[in-house]
């Protein structure tokens, strides 16, 4: 309280002064928070600017993220002039945010039927296109004593593995996929209380691959992934257990970049984006 | 590390602070001296975001700046373009977001003037403008620096609004906290680590300022 009564006494200086000085105060305090507002502007306008009119914008699913990343380099090295943004997440989300005008140039799905429903909604710019067919894996970590390759989908059920990560199924394809596995081979109910659910299918990667859960049904573009090959063991899970995987795209009528976009398609669905996406564990849709 | 979600983080606490200076020095000033019966509610609103879930406000705010919404139709009226998604609607968000963080200290420094100071300026004949920057603001200003400073630190750390009305594009809406995410979602945990450590140093130098400045016998911070 007496530091407070003394912090008070200080301004009566600046009570008597002289009203020009005053007025010189107000007014270059005014138009100093002017200056500033104008400067928050300027940065406003420097915002738009961030993305240069090249660059082109994807929104990926994330059984992509690392064969994408390898495409995107690869087109950059090609068109040196092209800047690609890659955005990774579930294609349920994104989705839902094209609904509210979402500003990617470019959609990879992991389940064909996003784009299906966007181009029936009017905001495809182009054709659907199919560029792979997924598949899913039990993964393990290498330490983990569970012999999953031998023991296929049983491996599930060994005492040790007491968390067992897929992808939210409610909006990630490779968490329905997943879940449609564990049923068609009749251990869904002895696991369902052990699974947690990952945000998408990268997220649900991080939590085995970090020993934060024991086991993971995964992505096999994941599991083959340098990041993760050498830290785990996996078993791939028979394509007849759950529904095909087509993994499809579009470009958004809303992208301010077609030929960009096209161009970048075209590569990914051309001779060497099959390939990779082959080394990625991708199967491949008839050419 | 991430240069762009750092150089991005910046711009939008900087002009989030910017913002709440703006806005929230003559609500905090209303709040210091009104006498309205009613004044507890307009408190309680601007504290909400404080306990508020982030995916809470991320979601009213989604919706609300949406397309769908009136808000959000006469923002693509006016500007051609939505705000979700987009800077702006960070920025939106943001101010909300932080807004307790700077009005409570905003409200609890100018509280402390003497309110005679105040009130022997305007018999001197100074108008409540003049006497504001004159008498107020420079009595008030620990305070007000506090608030300023925590609003950028905790801009600078949101993470669940950003994710919610954000969609992590880069270098527009990608954030440090969400470049984080991203990063270990990459396995990529030593950039993951960088960023995180630069975040963490960070947050503690601001909080040991702000602790020191209260050391000295500034009350601002919870000290309502």
């Known amino acids: 309280m007496n530091r407070i009564y003394l912090n008070c006494q200080k301004p009566q200086f600046g009570i008597n002064v002289v009203n020009i000085r005053n007025r010189f105060v107000i007014i270059s305090t005014s138009l100093s928070f002017a200056g500033v507002i104008l400067a928050g502007f300027g940065a406003f306008a420097a915002g738009e600017d961030a993305t240069p009119p090249a660059a082109l914008t994807i929104a990926a699913a994330a059984d992509l993220r690392f064969a994408l990343d390898d495409l995107v380099k690869d087109f950059e090295e090609l068109y040196p002039a092209a800047k690609i943004n890659v955005t990774y997440g579930s294609s349920g989300n994104f989705f839902a945010q094209f609904q509210n005008g979402a500003p990617f140039d470019l959609f990879f799905s992991a389940d064909i039927e996003y784009p299906r429903k966007l181009a029936e909604s009017g905001l495809g710019a182009d054709n659907v296109f199919l560029y792979a067919i997924g598949c899913i894996v039990v993964w393990v970590p290498k330490d983990s004593p569970v012999a999953v390759d031998k023991l296929g989908i049983k491996a599930l059920l060994e005492p040790s593995i007491h968390k067992i990560a897929v992808a939210n199924p409610e909006h990630a394809p490779y968490g329905r996929a997943a879940v449609a596995a564990l049923k068609a081979l009749n251990i869904y109910d002895q696991v369902a209380s052990r699974l947690v659910y990952g945000e998408n299918i990268a997220q649900t990667a991080q939590f085995v691959q970090s020993g934060a859960a024991d086991a993971g049904i995964l992505a096999l573009s994941l599991a083959v992934a340098p990041q993760m090959r050498d830290a785990g063991r996996f078993w791939q899970v028979p394509l007849d257990a759950y529904p095909r995987m087509e993994q499809g795209g579009i470009i958004l009528k809303s992208s301010k970049n077609l030929e960009t976009a096209r161009a970048f398609r075209d590569f990914v669905l051309g001779d060497h984006g099959r390939e990779v996406l082959k080394n990625y564990g991708f199967y491949l849709p008839e050419k | ?224």
């Not at chain 2, 270990?184 to 400045?213: R, W």
Request: hydrophobic share 55%.
């Open chain 2, 1 to 224: 590390m991430d240069w762009r979600a750092i150089e991005l983080s910046l711009r939008l606490s900087t002009l989030t602070t910017l913002l709440l200076v703006i806005l929230g020095l003559p609500l905090a000033s209303w709040l210091a001296f009104s006498r309205w019966r009613w004044r507890f509610f307009v408190e309680a609103v601007v504290a909400l975001p404080i306990i508020l879930p982030p995916t809470v406000l991320g979601f009213y705010v989604l919706i609300a700046i949406g397309p769908h919404s009136p808000i959000g139709q006469a923002y693509v009226a006016i500007t051609g373009r939505g705000l979700p998604f987009s800077f702006q609607g960070l920025l939106v968000a943001s101010v909300l977001y932080s807004l307790p963080f700077a009005v409570q200290p905003f409200t609890a420094a100018i509280s402390t003037v003497d309110k005679r100071l105040i009130e022997a300026s305007w018999c001197l004949g100074r108008g409540w403008l003049a006497t504001f920057f004159r008498v107020t603001l420079p009595l008030a200003w620990p305070g007000v620096l506090t608030g300023v400073v925590l609003s950028f630190a905790h801009t600078l750390g949101e993470f669940g609004v950003v994710l919610m009305i954000g969609g992590n594009l880069s270098g527009v809406t990608r954030t440090i906290s969400i470049s984080i995410y991203d990063q270990v979602q990459a396995l990529d945990y030593g950039a993951a680590n960088q960023t995180a450590l630069a975040l963490l140093l960070f947050s503690f130098l601001v909080l040991a300022i702000t602790y020191g400045l209260q050391r000295r016998g500034i009350a601002v911070w919870p000290a309502h």
